[in-house]
């Protein structure tokens, strides 16, 4: 069964520290993953995908099939960084399996 | 920038009611799901629907659910006769092929 753990609630760090949010999987197949962000009072907003490879807003995430993990990262955390975060893994254009979400706050 | 629509914002509705939840998807995209997120839950998938049809759906999604796509525009989800544990956020999102979600940015309904 596909399954999303994100194993953090809350994570809450200083303005300019790095930040990592956690986010492992299990899936039989080849999932695509994805990280969702959702700022306050706002829609779910696609922040990057793995098959992309790109860098949205300084934040990264690395595909480890080993260790079966989409860990989102951000060397220094900004002040607006603060949102809940989703991991999520689909195959294809099918359904969206989403993790519990981390509510990261920056601190000042 | 696309958006995908979503109306109402907000719906309160009394136990044993029916009601619509709108959506109005990209234009051009062919793919249309809902999911909901209860209070302080994760959000969890409803239904996908492609070529006029529903391709897939969740155990959450029972008799009591239905969708439709009435005209070219509007995707609509239809509760028949709300329970209070259907209170939640209801998102609507559309996609293409590999493209990764649109979400719109969600209807609250409330039963009470």
């Known amino acids: 069964a596909q399954r999303v753990t994100q194993p953090e609630k809350l994570l809450s760090v200083f303005k300019g520290a790095p930040v990592e949010l956690k986010c492992n999987y299990s899936y039989s197949g080849s999932p695509e993953l994805f990280w969702y962000v959702q700022y306050s009072r706002q829609r779910l907003q696609l922040l990057l995908r793995h098959i992309s490879r790109e860098s949205i807003k300084g934040f990264t995430a690395d595909l480890n099939k080993g260790e079966t993990s989409f860990h989102l990262k951000k060397p220094f955390a900004q002040e607006e960084d603060s949102a809940m975060y989703y991991c999520?893994?689909?195959?294809?254009?099918?359904?969206?399996?989403f993790g519990q979400g981390t509510r990261l706050t920056i601190n000042p | 920038e696309p958006e995908v629509t979503q109306t109402p914002s907000h719906q309160v509705t009394q136990m044993g009611q029916e009601v619509i939840l709108r959506c109005v998807p990209i234009s051009n995209h062919l793919y249309f799901y809902w999911y909901r997120q209860i209070l302080g839950q994760k959000v969890e998938f409803l239904v996908s629907?492609?070529?006029?049809?529903?391709?897939?759906k969740s155990e959450i999604f029972d008799d009591q659910f239905s969708v439709e796509r009435p005209d070219g525009s509007n995707f609509t989800l239809k509760i028949r006769s709300t329970k209070l544990e259907d209170s939640a956020m209801y998102f609507c999102?559309?996609?293409?092929?590999?493209?990764?979600?649109?979400f719109g940015s969600g209807t609250r309904l409330t039963v009470v």
């Open positions: 999520a893994l689909s195959q294809g254009a099918q359904k969206l399996v």
């Open positions: 629907f492609y070529n006029n049809e529903i391709s897939e």
């Open positions: 999102a559309s996609s293409e092929t590999r493209a990764g979600y649109t």
